[in-house]
């Protein structure tokens, strides 16, 4: 019998709760025999009503020093002390899997590699996608391919405020309004519209899909705080749909060019019919070409699904643990703005022989007397650059997937 320990009793810790209690015989024969039994939930709230009560503890070490106690599920969010719980349970011997980004995002290098020195586990499957699989297709299923770029839509907050925008003709203000009433959005959206959340995301894939340490501090980040309904207005009319998007391309050179921006998406992406509050993930790889795993990518169930996964994962391979994750990195492996090329959507007040003037060839969609609307050529960072200084006046840019 493997006992199990859960680390916070909020959203994901609850529905984790739940599915090993309501899943038990199913769990069991996934684990080859092998029944999980929920020994411990640690949360500083009383629970003294609850109809397990006698298994809830306020004390960390009871969990820690437990030798019954082989995986522990880290559901407390945030990196204190997610952090220092997390490595002390490692370092006595117990695996660990979280749906906590930050963490892993932050910290994620220096964790695998106390797991690996303690011949434990160290799995994060929530952490990307909630409920979506993509961790372990990432690092199984596509390991025969060289993945060459993962475009994905990590954020559900920020996708419902812009479907809200396209199918409602709302405002930002009015939609973010709209995500908060019905909990899609904090009263502090700020890591969510910003594209803090996105950025952490994409920084663990490109990581797991490389197999060296991105730092999402390293990576160009930018939200959706300035997009407006006349941008909606001009997107509409080339067919094509606005998506913040998290985006790793790994070059020839070993280099990884990252990113998280809004991005231009033409109606015939798959991409661009991802609405809502769900997630999408586009993985190229250059034997399989593109692959796109969709699904809710947060909530109580979806995401305590993917962590009991790993919890199953965790008993499967007590004996052995898997190799999972990345190694530090070597030197500087991020790839400047100058390695990748976009085309860009542009409005501007100046004039459309200034435009020319300044980017050359470009395909306008509108021109009237407030604004000049525009694609660009492809353009390097240095060359965007040098034609947005050459205008005036820049009311949007936005980055064009293709």
């Keep these: 019998m493997a006992k199990v320990a ?7 810790g609850s529905g984790v709760y739940d599915i090993i209690e309501q899943n038990s015989e199913k769990l069991c024969r996934n684990t080859y025999g092998e029944e999980i039994s929920l020994k411990y939930i640690l949360d500083i709230r009383d629970f003294s009503d609850h109809p397990r009560k006698e298994i809830f503890t306020k004390d ?39 749906s906590n980004k930050e963490l892993v995002a932050t910290y994620g290098t220096e964790l695998l590699e ?10 994060f499957e929530a952490s990307v996608g909630g409920g979506i699989p993509v961790i372990r297709p990432l690092h199984q299923d596509l ?15 920020t996708n419902y405020i812009l479907y809200q925008m396209f199918t409602k003709n709302q405002s930002f203000d009015d939609a973010l309004v709209d995500a908060q009433e019905k909990g899609y959005a904090e009263k502090n959206p700020a890591a969510d519209i910003e594209g803090h959340d996105a950025c952490r995301k994409i920084a663990i894939l490109a990581s797991l899909a490389s197999g060296k340490a991105v730092d999402y501090r390293d990576i160009e980040t930018e939200g959706i705080v300035n997009i407006t309904l006349d941008d909606v207005k001009y997107a509409e009319k080339i067919n094509s749909v606005i998506k913040l998007i998290g985006y790793a391309d790994f070059l020839e050179n070993g280099k990884i060019y990252s990113v998280v921006s ?13 609405d809502d509050v769900f997630n999408a993930i586009m993985v190229t790889g250059n034997c399989v070409g593109n692959l796109m ?4 990518g947060a909530g109580k169930l979806p995401t305590a699904s993917a962590v009991v996964a790993d919890v199953v994962d965790c008993v499967r391979h007590r004996e052995r643990p898997k190799k999972i994750g990345w190694d530090k990195a070597e030197g500087n492996i991020m790839a400047s703005k100058d390695d990748v090329e976009f085309a ?7 004039s459309e022989d200034a435009v020319k003037a300044a980017f050359g060839d470009v395909n306008f969609i509108s021109s009237n007397d407030n604004e000049r609307v525009f694609i660009t050529q492809k353009l390097s960072g240095t060359q965007m650059d040098k034609a947005l200084s050459e205008l005036s006046s820049i009311k949007t840019s936005i980055r064009v997937l293709d």
Excluded: C
């Excluded at 231009?264 to 991409?271: E, F, W």
């Excluded at 795993?293 to 809710?296: H, V």
């Design 6 to 12: 859960i680390m916070g009793f909020g959203t994901v």
């Design 262 to 274: 809004p991005m231009i998406i033409s109606s015939s992406s798959p991409l661009s019919g991802v």
């Design 293 to 296: 795993f969709y699904g809710a």
């Design 143 to 157: 390991t025969a391919n060289k993945i060459t770029r993962i475009a994905g839509i990590l954020n559900g907050t």
């Design 344 to 350: 860009y959507f542009i409005r501007t007040e100046d």
């Design 60 to 98: 960390f070490d009871v969990i820690l020093n437990d030798p019954e106690v082989t995986v522990v599920a880290e559901a407390m969010g945030g990196l204190h002390p997610a952090y220092e719980f997390t490595k002390s349970l490692l370092l006595a011997g117990k695996s660990v899997v979280t």
């Design 114 to 123: 106390t797991a690996s020195a303690n011949n434990v586990n160290y799995m």
